[in-house]
């Protein structure tokens, strides 16, 4: 299974999509179903594996719906892929312990695994949503007549 499927593709489209919003606006559901092209019922789902990671907090009443528990740039990708996939990326959690003096390259093998693990856990610490947020906002303005508006 990739790494980044359609779950992890429509979660972070989602937070991006909060992250563009002003601090004190709360985005329902639909309204991010609609801007990303996302089913709505998928997208619940996921906001309900984000809320549950403490990634959103979700907000009752009129005016209500969804909106990052945390500033954007306190938010990490990494973060969001934890909250849906888990702490091991790559390497599955049962994957087996290879002795170093066994035969064969298992060790040398594993000891790859989890150098590129790390790295890839690098990465995605290293990117928050602020960043995504800035990344689409250039790209909208590149696009647009009316850079800005």
């Known amino acids: 299974m990739p790494l980044f499927s359609a779950k992890l593709d ?15 606006r709360a985005c329902q559901s639909r309204e991010i179903a609609a801007a990303q092209d996302i089913r709505g019922p998928y997208l619940d789902q996921i906001l309900a594996a984000l809320k549950r990671q403490g990634i959103v907090r979700s907000i009752r009443g009129a005016g209500g719906g969804y909106a990052l528990a945390r500033s954007p740039r306190k938010i990490t990708v990494g973060d969001v892929v934890r909250a849906l996939v888990g702490e091991h990326l790559l390497i599955g959690a049962s994957a087996a312990k290879v002795d170093p003096a066994s035969p064969g390259s298992g060790y040398t093998i594993r000891k790859y695994e989890e150098e590129v693990e790390n790295r890839l856990k690098a990465i995605l ?18 696009l647009s007549l009316m850079p800005g508006i």
Do not use: H
């Open 125 to 142: 610490d290293s990117t928050t949503l602020e960043d995504l947020a800035a990344r689409k906002q250039s790209l909208d303005d590149s």
């Open 10 to 24: 429509y979660a972070l489209r989602a937070v991006v999509e909060l992250a563009l919003q002003p601090a004190d």
